[in-house]
């Protein structure tokens, strides 16, 4: 899935109310997102040219941004749930 499809569903993910998001998705959402960068962090290594370099960097940014507050929002659902 390409790096904008998964922020996409991210996002629309975390625009719904703590009761109707659910957490299994948000989960696997989180964990693409990880496999994403991942993904992104070995191309950086092989990639030569300084604009793709700095592009590639730009969008493991973004995701790292993006799976932190997927993170805050899933262990605030977690305790939510607890309590």
Do not use: N, W
């Amino acid at each position: 899935m390409k790096t904008t499809k998964l922020i996409d569903k991210f996002q629309k993910l975390i625009s719904k109310g703590p009761e109707e998001t659910p957490t299994k998705k948000l989960c696997k959402t989180i964990k693409a997102l990880k496999d994403k960068q991942k993904d992104l962090e070995s191309r950086l290594k092989r990639t030569e040219g300084k604009h793709a370099r700095q592009r590639l960097r730009q969008k493991i940014q973004v995701l790292k941004a993006q799976r932190r507050k997927g993170v805050e929002l899933y262990r605030s659902l977690k305790a939510a749930v607890k309590h």
